[in-house]
C-alpha cells in the first residue's frame, strides 16, 4: 500500500495586492514505504513550496488551490496549522530544513529544544527518561554526545548543527522524512557527513520512506530511487533514478543534467552550463508549455497547447514530443 499520495495537488500565494502566485500545479505521486524519492529543479520552481503543502501546512500568504495530500490514507487537507502542528509534524511527516542554523531556536541548549519536541508528543513523560532517549538517539549519530546535547546551537559546528536538527527530526520514528536541501548550505566533507548519517538513519530502522528536495541533481544518483523533476511549479518528468540520469526524454531535464554533470566534482572547476532564459512569471496565466521559451526542441504550437503528463520510455513526461 502507499504510505504517502498525493492527488493533484496546487497551491498558491496570495499577495498584498490580492495577486495569485501558482507556485504549484498539479503535482500527482504515490510513495511505497521504503522509498526514497528524490526532487530536482532550479531554484525558485516551487520545491519548498510543495514540501509546505506536503505537510499539510499552510501558513498565509500560502494557501491550498485543489487537490489533496494523504499520509498512510489519513487527509493532510483542510486542516489547522495547530492540528498539523500537534498531530501530523514530528511524527506523521517530517521535515529536515534547509538552512539548518534558522531551525534550532539559539536561546535554548540542543537538549532541550529535543526535549519540547518528545514531550509535546509525550505526555506525562518525566524529563530525565526523555534525557536518557535523547543520548540513546544521539549517540548514533557519531559526535560527543554530552557535548552536543548539552551546547547552544551557537557552539556547534556547521555539521554538528545539521545533525543535530536531523536528529531532532526524527525522533519520533515519523513515517515520512522530508529533506528540503538538507546539504546545501554545507561544505563538501560535511555534506558527506549528512548524507551518510541519513543513510545510517534509514539503514537503522529509524525512518524508511523520504523525499528529498536538490537543486543539485548529481547528488540524488547515489541517494534516490525515483526523481521527479520540477519546472515552475509542474513535475515535468518522474522515473527512477537510472531512467532520468541515464537517459532523461524531457528537454528540460537534458538541459538540467547538462548543466549539472559538467559541474561534479572531479571534472575541473568548470562553471556549469547555465541554462539560458529564466523560468516564466508564475503570476500569470500561461497557456502552452511553460519550457517553450527556453527549449532548444520547441515548435511553434508548444507555445499554445498545453502539456499533459504521459508515459515515454516507461516513465512520465510532460512533453508531447518527447520520445
Ligand atoms: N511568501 C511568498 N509570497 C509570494 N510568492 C512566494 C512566496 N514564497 C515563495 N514565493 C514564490 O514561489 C515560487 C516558488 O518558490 P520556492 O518554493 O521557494 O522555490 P524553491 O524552493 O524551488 O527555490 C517562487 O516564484 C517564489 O518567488
Ligand atoms: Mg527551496
Redesign the pocket.
Known sequence: MAIFEVDHLSLHYLTRFGQKIHAVTDVSFTMEKGKILGIAGE?GCG??TLVNGLMGLFIPPLYPTSGDVRVAGESLMNRSPKDIRENVLSRKVSMIP?GAFNALNPTRKVKDIAADVMSAHMKGIDKSHIYDRLRERFDLFGMDTNKVLNSYPIQLTAGERQRSVIGISTLLNPQMVIA??PTSALDVTTQKVVIKLIFDLLEKGIFSTMIF?THELPLLRHVAHDIAIMYAGEFVEVGTTEQIVFDPRHPYTKALMGAMLSAEPGQRQRKPTAIEGAPPNLANAIQGCRFADRCPAARAECKVNKQEIRIVGERQVRCDYAQ
Open positions: 531554484s520545491k519548498s534547509q528540503d536541501e528536495i
